[in-house]
T-cell receptor
Framework: DQQVKQNSPSLSVQEGRISILNCDYTNSMFDYFLWYKKYPAEGPTFLISISSIKDKNEDGRFTVFLNKSAKHLSLHIVPSQPGDSAVYFCAASYRDDKIIFGKGTRLHILP | SQTIHQWPATLVQPVGSPLSLECTVEGTSNPNLYWYRQAAGRGLQLLFYSIGIDQISSEVPQNLSASRPQDRQFILSSKKLLLSDSGFYLC?????????????FGQGTRLTVV
């Protein structure tokens, strides 16, 4: 049973436009959500996180939105840049416990 | 600063051979440690999770085992590899007691079972 779901395997966005990556979760006990970026043959790197007590967190071009009632979060990247092309993983954790990842979304930034 | 080392970077092993992947963390103590596997179409699958020495949780039934002989050392093993064990294995750590924090990953090991 997948507790963290990323239903879009891939997404293509024009350079300069907004990229929106979506994530759904099933466990209402999750209290911390994270986004990671991964290039091929490398370990994932942390991008941005959000606590369940917030609904928005912004860091430069990256903003994460959390809708607890819908058990949904999204990552917005604006403006999208060529270096943003990578696989993005959504993850969730509960009280400093294990971190569960989604299957990832491959983002292609088109020139 | 904290660093995580994982080796080897690539490994080609025959079916039925044993496996040992090692991960060590520096610059922190009593971390949570993780082994993940990235296989095609399956994202980052949590294999093992450890909150302390000899305290390891297995998340999925499989042909693998994990051990934590020292506080900052995490080992992934198998007695007999299967073809389905091929994948990209990632070790990670997270600090304890912060009520929600990110995990920091090693560079990964590409395992090909032939």
């Amino acid at each position: 049973d997948q507790q963290v779901k990323q239903n879009s395997p891939s997404l293509s966005v024009q350079e300069g436009r907004i990229s929106i990556l979506n994530c759904d979760y099933t466990n209402s006990m999750f209290d911390y959500f994270l986004w990671y970026k991964k290039y091929p043959a490398e370990g994932p790197t942390f991008l941005i996180s959000i606590s369940s007590i917030k609904d928005k967190n912004e860091d430069g071009r990256f903003t994460v939105f959390l809708n607890k009632s819908a058990k949904h979060l999204s990552l917005h990247i604006v403006p999208s840049q060529p270096g943003d092309s990578a696989v993005y993983f959504c993850a969730a954790s509960y009280r400093d416990d294990k971190i569960i990842f989604g299957k990832g979304t491959r983002l292609h930034i088109l020139p | 600063s904290q660093t995580i080392h994982q080796w080897p970077a690539t490994l080609v092993q025959p079916v039925g051979s044993p496996l040992s992947l090692e991960c060590t963390v520096e610059g922190t103590s009593n971390p949570n440690l993780y082994w993940y596997r990235q296989a095609a179409g399956r994202g980052l699958q949590l294999l093992f999770y450890s909150i302390g020495i000899d305290q390891i949780s297995s998340e999925v039934p499989q042909n693998l085992s994990a051990s934590r002989p020292q506080d900052r050392q995490f080992i992934l093993s198998s007695k007999k590899l299967l073809l389905s064990d091929s994948g990209f294995y990632l070790c990670a750590w997270s600090p304890k007691g912060k009520g929600g924090t990110e995990a920091f990953f090693g560079q990964g090991t590409r395992l090909t079972v032939v």
